[in-house]
């Protein structure tokens, strides 16, 4: 899939792929006419060259896998993909759910057009989220639902801080303008009395001593770009926005990486 991006996009343009303003672009040339953008629709649809609007919904995979092989960040960071909905969840017709009656990524994102991000409907932002959720939901968030600015958390439309990955870039957009969190100018982020590195190579660490190898931590603390991120010890795209990651165990989070 890769080297069929390569081919189909020879002319790079920042478009905007999100739910809102202010968040994760991607490279897109002008409107391709298929996606993944090579025309194989055996690369996902088991009819292969046979496929039909009738048949198209049988893929080779789940949507999540298949669109994760080009969009793994975005699924890492992101609007949960890949369910049932609960009982008596109502989803507009306009974001229609699969053949198994699950929300994946086509429920948001029509997989062929050719719009920026290829959105369904004309929804952005929170007026999007408010399609499916109450403010009920939003007020119970632990930060009201501030948060909640894209279905994607990743790279924003500008980079001020060049050195951090683009979770932690994000992060810092909203939350030094709030003056709760701040980066110094020697990458530590100081949010009351907890301070922390930011922006440095895991690897890096392991080679200086006394941190576990990046393959023995748990899969809940991301290292994007093999970074230390404000995502490699805070939830996201969750409910519990901003909360500690817990790990499962009754180890501090801190001890999952530092081997002291």
């Not at 039909?52 to 975005?74: D, K, R, V």
Request: charged content about 15%; glycine content about 10%; some cysteine.
């Amino acid at each position: 899939m890769l080297r069929a991006f390569k081919l189909f996009f020879s002319t790079a343009v920042v478009v905007s792929a999100v739910l809102g303003s202010g968040s994760w672009l991607y490279a897109m040339v002008s409107k391709p006419t298929v996606h993944p953008l090579n025309g194989d629709c055996a690369g996902c649809h088991m009819a292969g060259a046979d496929t039909t609007t009738a048949n198209a919904a049988m893929l080779i995979s789940s949507q999540e896998q298949l669109c994760g092989e080009c969009h793994a960040n975005a699924l890492k960071m992101s609007h949960p993909s890949g369910f049932t909905p609960p009982p008596g969840k109502v989803i507009p017709s306009t974001y229609p759910l699969d053949w198994k009656g699950d929300l994946t990524c086509s429920t948001c994102h029509e997989v062929h057009s050719d719009l920026p991000g290829k959105m369904r409907g004309t929804l952005l932002g929170r007026e999007l989220c408010m399609s499916c959720h109450d403010q009920a939901f939003f007020d119970g968030m632990r930060d009201g639902g501030q948060s909640l600015v894209s279905g994607h958390l990743g790279m924003p439309n500008s980079q001020n801080w060049q050195t951090l990955d683009p979770y932690s870039v994000q992060c810092m957009e909203c939350h030094a303008t709030r003056g709760d969190v701040q980066v110094d100018p020697n990458f530590i982020v100081r949010h009351g009395n907890q301070n922390h590195p930011v922006g440095k190579i895991y690897a890096d660490a392991e080679r200086y001593g006394g941190y576990k190898p990046a393959m023995m931590l748990p899969n809940k603390i991301q290292l994007p770009n093999g970074m230390i991120s404000c995502v490699s010890c805070h939830e996201t795209f969750t409910k519990n926005h901003g909360k500690v990651i817990s790990t499962g165990t009754t180890t501090e989070l801190c001890f999952e990486c530092h081997d002291l």
